[in-house]
């Protein structure tokens, strides 16, 4: 069964750092690009980062570039997402996205920044 789990989601202050995590299981993750896509309340899906099959390519959303760092680790089949500075335009549900021959989503993980 395939599964994408994604954690490390919660509240945070204004200014602060989180670290969200995906945990891959049920398919090969190392061939597979990720992606962190969010969800903000009353809006659209909007993309935020993708990182390629070995990691050693990433790219951001202008609106994180300088704060967010993804990153994997395929040993251990899980992405990450360092977030500093966060601000409360950064409060969405963030989720994990594995593409390659199939397109994976797991079930999100809700950063909470208030104003």
């Known amino acids: 069964e395939v599964q994408l789990v994604e954690s490390g989601g919660g509240m945070v202050q204004p200014g602060g750092s989180l670290r969200l995590s995906c945990a891959a299981s049920?398919?090969?993750?190392?061939?597979?690009?990720m992606s962190w896509v969010r969800q903000a309340p009353g809006k659209g899906p909007e993309w935020v980062s993708d990182?390629?099959?070995?990691?050693?390519?990433?790219y951001y959303a202008d609106f994180v570039k300088g704060r967010f760092t993804i990153s994997r680790d395929n040993a251990k089949n899980t992405v990450y997402l360092q977030m500093n500075s966060l601000n409360p335009e950064d409060t969405a549900v963030y989720y994990c996205?594995?593409?390659?021959?199939?397109?994976?989503w797991g079930q999100g993980t809700q950063l909470t920044v208030p104003s």
């Open positions: 996205n594995a593409r390659f021959t199939n397109s994976y």
């Open positions: 049920g398919f090969t993750f190392s061939s597979y690009e």
């Open positions: 990182i390629n099959t070995g990691g050693g390519s990433t």
